[in-house]
């Protein structure tokens, strides 16, 4: 039996194992681009849009009170004396309200920035909230910038 195995193995019968030209690669393939598809918004729900609406009102609110402080507290500061002073005192105890008043628009930006946070790790509404978000952050900034200037004459 061993003759005869070998005697087919050795016949020239058989097809080369070179590659043929139909396996060879030619040409280059590309894939079609595909346009990237924005995301429908996501409305927000009534819950959240009544979160949305009073964290927009109470910071408002906080920020009305924050700028109808304001020009008591410049005229403090503008005639506060030396250091130790009741006139410094005083200055500064209008400058602690200021930074009061600023606290409570920062933390409707806090909860807005958790919303915020929550949106961007789950699909939820985030224009509706990077919207008032905006809003509220533009009155902080502001806030802070009163604050600053206040503290740079003291």
Known sequence: MA???GACATSGDYPSL????AER?????TPEEAAPVAPAPITPTADLAARLAENAR????AHREFVSAVPS?????????ATGTDSWAAAQVALANLDSIRSRVA??????????VDSTIEPGP?????????TVEALVAEEDAVLARL????
Do not use: M
Request: no cysteine.
């Open 126 to 134: 985030r224009e509706a909230i990077g919207s008032v978000r905006s």
């Open 73 to 81: 507290t410049e005229r403090l500061a503008s005639g506060a004396g």
């Open 18 to 21: 070179a590659q043929r030209p």
């Open 151 to 154: 503290r740079g004459r003291l």
């Open 25 to 29: 690669v030619e040409g280059t393939f």
């Open 58 to 61: 109470q910071a408002e609110a």
């Open 107 to 116: 933390v409707n930006l806090a909860d807005l920035d958790s919303l915020w």
């Open 3 to 5: 003759l005869t195995l």
